[in-house]
């Protein structure tokens, strides 16, 4: 079973960066599409960015695009989140997630692609 430990997490101010990383156990992790979603107080978990198992293609929610960048180290099984230009919005729990299936582009963004949930770490952006 693949486990996945999120960390990075902190306090940050607004306008600053944070770098989110996800250590993923398994032999297969490079096969996995893996995925950051995000929950606030109140909110439901939502999509914030995703990448596939070779890299090559990237995918962000429109709120984040231009500001947060993911990319993934196969021979670290790691998978990163670096975000920048933080504002108070992002503050959340932000969840790893990995894919061992993919039907679309559409289901990539959704949470039910994703077998495998890290425990969550919270990153908070004061104003």
């Known amino acids: 079973q693949v486990q996945l430990v999120e960390s990075g997490g902190g306090l940050v101010q607004a306008g600053g960066s944070l770098r989110l990383s996800c250590a993923a156990s398994?032999?297969?992790?490079?096969?996995?599409?893996m995925g950051w979603f995000r929950q606030a107080p109140g909110k439901e978990r939502e999509f914030v960015a995703a990448?596939?198992?070779?890299?090559?293609?990237?995918y962000y929610s429109d709120s984040v695009q231009g500001r947060f960048t993911i990319s993934r180290d196969n021979a670290k099984n790691t998978v990163y989140l670096q975000m920048n230009s933080l504002k108070p919005a992002d503050t959340a729990v932000y969840y790893c997630?990995?894919?061992?299936?993919?039907?679309?582009?559409?289901?990539?963004?959704?949470?039910?692609?994703?077998?495998?949930w890290g425990q969550g770490t919270q990153v908070t952006v004061s104003s």
């Open positions: 997630a990995a894919a061992p299936i993919i039907y679309s582009d559409q289901h990539r963004r959704e949470r039910r692609a994703y077998d495998y």
């Open positions: 398994g032999r297969t992790f490079s096969t996995y599409t």
């Open positions: 990448i596939s198992w070779s890299g090559g293609n990237t």
